[in-house]
């Protein structure tokens, strides 16, 4: 009886697994989309498996140009992967793409410069892209990624 | 060719292994960076998360709000110290069960709470924390089993059912991936690895040389249409015994995760899913096993390899 239960328990715990994974298309239904939510915040189970998919895409990436003691201009970079802060940041930068979002990004990253720096002036906060040159250009002249921008701000500590 | 099963409870010991020492490389790279990653003065702050919050799960956030947490710093330190020891525990197979339990909730609490900041690789922790749980792990390769002197093994048909659910599990994840890639317009033309190892996140010291080589269209496209081939193939492939095609097919796959730690840099990411396809499939790699080898892991291994074989028809 108990080996029974078990196996059917983990027959359903595979069954939210596929339902949770995205491979089949249901219509939105809150119910539906609730309880896998209920069942994958709490087991791990029903979480989607689709990366870099259906492309790849450009990765997100703020610079910011910040103006210490009214002489040095501090140049940072987040959403370059540094280290585990940086590839999180990444990912929440990663998961929105729209301009609301992007400036309260900004926001929470002049945050940051200004906690770093404390003598810091203005900050000019610059989000957006690296685009890849073509492989043909790359074999031929090791061209750079360039980078495009998409959204910018300048913000002061008060 | 015959379908076949290949069922070893050494496996499950790499299923705990693996997750603890995950855990703990978790907590390492973690740890000097708590209060920005996880606190309510961070990179993700009350803004972000109260919108975002669910109200039926327990997550880091609340149990803060609930405790009326002032000090968030010593908290996660405190928080985080208890996860490592929990893990080292598991590690070691020392109160397996508690320890796992332990690691699952702080992870789960910190995975609700913020999972903004979540990437693949807290997922699959996360999945294969609920199986370290619910699995007898603790009877295999532990100090549990040391201290109470068990002779005990896993029923053969239950180790059947625990190795065949992370087996579909592990299916399901290859199949889904690359059938969501099929069809996007990178990975059908071959380019997909060449725009990926050029984003700046995936920078390592071995991209300046990969990007050399996959400069040349051919073989950006063998790269590109390889990992496509693996992740739909696997699910299917892995289950057919002929020759040595399932071992190579695993050790593919585990080539592919090196090549994704060496080369974009995602090395957690790369060693939680080589954890998961050892702990499902790494029978195949010991198709004979040293019964003297074994016979450490599990002292009745000789009738116990008997009893697997007549489950599953075959020998492992």
């Given at each position: ?11 359903f ?5 596929v ?8 219509s ?5 989309d ?11 189970g029903?979480f ?7 492309n ?9 140009y910040?103006l210490?003691?009214?002489?040095t201009l501090?140049q ?12 999180r940041?990444s ?12 400036e309260l990004?900004s926001r ?6 200004f906690a ?6 203005p900050?000019?906060?610059s ?11 790359y074999r031929?002249s090791?061209?750079a ?6 959204c910018?701000?300048?913000?002061t500590?008060k | 060719?015959k379908?076949v099963?290949?069922n ?5 010991a ?27 003065h ?17 997550s ?6 609930f405790f ?6 010593l908290?996660l ?5 208890v996860?490592g020891l929990?893990?080292c525990f ?7 069960k508690?320890?796992a339990?332990i690691?699952?909730l702080?992870h789960?609490?910190?995975?609700n709470g ?8 807290d997922g699959?922790?996360?999945s ?9 792990v ?10 109470k ?9 239950r180790l ?9 599990h592990?299916?399901?994840v ?10 996007g ?5 071959g380019?997909a690895i060449?725009?990926a190892?050029?984003?700046?996140q ?7 040389f ?17 990992t ?11 289950w057919?015994?002929?020759?040595k095609m399932?071992a190579?097919l ?15 840099g995602?090395?957690m ?8 396809d050892l702990?499902?499939?790494g ?14 892991f ?6 116990y390899?008997?009893k697997?074989?007549g489950?599953n028809?075959c020998?492992?």
């Amino acid at each position: 009886m108990k080996h029974k239960l078990l196996k059917g328990f983990l027959i359903f715990h595979l069954c939210m697994v596929v339902l949770g994974s995205g491979l089949m298309e249901i219509s939105e239904n809150k119910i539906y989309d609730g309880i896998i939510l209920r069942y994958s915040s709490w087991t791990g189970g029903g979480f989607g498996y689709s990366f870099f998919s259906p492309n790849v895409g450009n990765q997100t990436v703020v610079k910011t140009y910040t103006l210490i003691d009214h002489k040095t201009l501090k140049q940072d970079a987040f959403g370059a992967g540094k280290d585990i802060l940086d590839c999180r940041f990444s990912s929440v930068l990663h998961t929105f793409r729209n301009h609301k979002a992007y400036e309260l990004m900004s926001r929470v990253v002049a945050s940051y410069i200004f906690a770093k720096y404390p003598d810091a002036g203005p900050t000019y906060i610059s989000i957006g892209e690296y685009m890849p040159p073509s492989m043909n250009e790359y074999r031929l002249s090791r061209k750079a990624n360039r980078f495009r921008e998409i959204c910018n701000g300048t913000y002061t500590y008060k | 060719m015959k379908p076949v099963t290949f069922n070893h409870a050494i496996q499950l010991a790499v299923l705990r292994i693996g997750v603890a020492l995950t855990v703990l490389a978790k907590i390492w790279v973690e740890f000097d960076q708590l209060d920005m990653l996880f606190s309510q003065h961070g990179i993700i702050q009350e803004v972000l998360t109260k919108p975002l919050d669910i109200s039926y799960v327990i997550s880091l956030p609340k149990v803060i709000d609930f405790f009326g947490i002032q000090n968030e710093h010593l908290f996660l330190t405190s928080l985080y110290t208890v996860f490592g020891l929990a893990a080292c525990f598991l590690l070691l197979g020392f109160q397996t069960k508690i320890s796992a339990f332990i690691c699952l909730l702080i992870h789960l609490m910190v995975f609700n709470g913020y999972n903004l900041l979540a990437f693949g690789f807290d997922g699959f922790l996360f999945s294969l924390l609920f199986y370290t749980l619910i699995f007898p792990v603790e009877k295999v390769f532990s100090f549990d089993r040391l201290i109470k002197g068990s002779t005990e093994v896993i029923a053969p048909d239950r180790l059947n059912l625990y190795l065949r659910v992370l087996q579909i599990h592990l299916c399901i994840v290859y199949f889904t991936a690359g059938f969501s890639k099929f069809g996007g317009q990178e990975w059908m033309n071959g380019t997909a690895i060449w725009k990926a190892i050029n984003q700046p996140q995936f920078y390592t010291e071995l991209t300046p040389f990969v990007k050399s080589l996959a400069s040349y269209p051919w073989i950006s496209a063998v790269l590109t249409w390889g990992t496509l081939t693996i992740e739909l193939f696997f699910p299917f492939l892995i289950w057919i015994r002929w020759g040595k095609m399932q071992a190579s097919l695993l050790i593919g796959v585990i080539i592919m995760h090196v090549f994704i730690a060496a080369v974009m840099g995602l090395q957690m990411f790369a060693w939680i899913m080589i954890v998961f396809d050892l702990s499902a499939f790494g029978g195949v790699l010991f198709r004979k096993p040293n019964l003297r080898f074994l016979a450490i892991f599990d002292r009745k291994s000789n009738t116990y390899e008997e009893k697997i074989s007549g489950l599953n028809g075959c020998r492992n």
